[in-house]
């Protein structure tokens, strides 16, 4: 069981958006602006999308956007692309002994 | 361009060691705090643990399943970045991917990871 919390699968159409979520707690997500997301495509490394909950890398696509409220964080994907179809996860720093924390990951289907 | 490619994985026995060497180009590597974050077939990712860079004291953590039996190490010299393994399960069978950890869960650049097969 990972320590943050995503849907194991969300879909969409060409030119629709997604939101994925990302549920934590008050010692992850609750407590720090330490969120990333990865895209990694099949038999592929992972690759950076957001860092610092909304920061988008040099390169990054302006249709990924990140976003916090509490202890949930969300990766929004605007004007869906069939390249987009990939397994999306979350990150977030926890501090502690346990130091950093991974989602599930998302199945982003476009249909 | 950054470069990071791994190197070392195989087979290995219940109970055997393995060492993993990552060897970094495109950036200061001196500079750079590094990790090792894992991924077992078809699961998710999950991290196992960093090596700050010298300026930081070359402090290094790791994940829970871990800590004990793994170790971090680096030569800036050689801008390469090992991961000791020992003890080894069945569970750590996983691709093993090398990152820069620019800052806290943030993983800007990663290897093309290395397999590693616990198995008898």
């Known amino acids: 069981q990972s320590a943050l919390t995503q849907p194991a699968s969300v879909s969409g159409s060409p030119g629709q958006s997604v939101t994925i979520s990302c549920i934590g707690t008050?010692?992850?997500?609750?407590?720090?602006?330490?969120v990333s997301w990865y895209q990694q495509h099949p038999g592929k490394a992972p690759k950076l999308l957001i860092s610092e909950v909304t920061k988008r890398p040099s390169g990054v696509s302006g249709r990924f956007s990140g976003s916090k409220s509490g202890n949930t964080a969300s990766l929004t994907i605007s004007g869906l692309q069939p390249e987009d179809e990939a397994d999306y996860y979350c990150?977030?720093?926890?501090?502690?002994?346990?130091?950093?924390?991974f989602g599930g990951g998302t199945k982003l289907t476009v249909l | 361009e950054v470069q990071l490619v791994e190197s070392g994985g195989g087979l290995v026995k219940p109970g055997g060691s393995l060492k993993l060497a990552c060897a970094a180009s495109?950036?200061?590597?001196?500079?750079?705090?590094m990790s090792w974050v894992r991924q077992a077939p078809g699961k998710g990712l999950e991290w196992v643990g960093r090596?700050?860079?010298?300026?930081?004291?070359?402090?290094?953590d790791y994940a829970g399943p871990v800590r004990d039996r793994f170790f971090i190490s680096r030569t800036d010299s050689r801008n390469t970045v090992y991961l000791q393994m020992g003890s080894l399960k069945t569970e750590d069978t996983a691709v093993y991917y090398c990152?820069?950890?620019?800052?806290?869960?943030?993983?800007?650049?990663w290897g093309q990871g290395s397999l590693v097969t616990v198995s008898s």
């Open positions: 090596i700050k860079s010298y300026a930081d004291g070359e402090t290094t």
């Open positions: 495109g950036f200061t590597f001196k500079n750079a705090w």
């Open positions: 990150c977030s720093y926890a501090g502690g002994r346990t130091f950093v924390v």
């Open positions: 008050n010692s992850d997500i609750g407590t720090y602006d330490l």
């Open positions: 990152v820069t950890n620019t800052i806290e869960a943030f993983f800007e650049f």
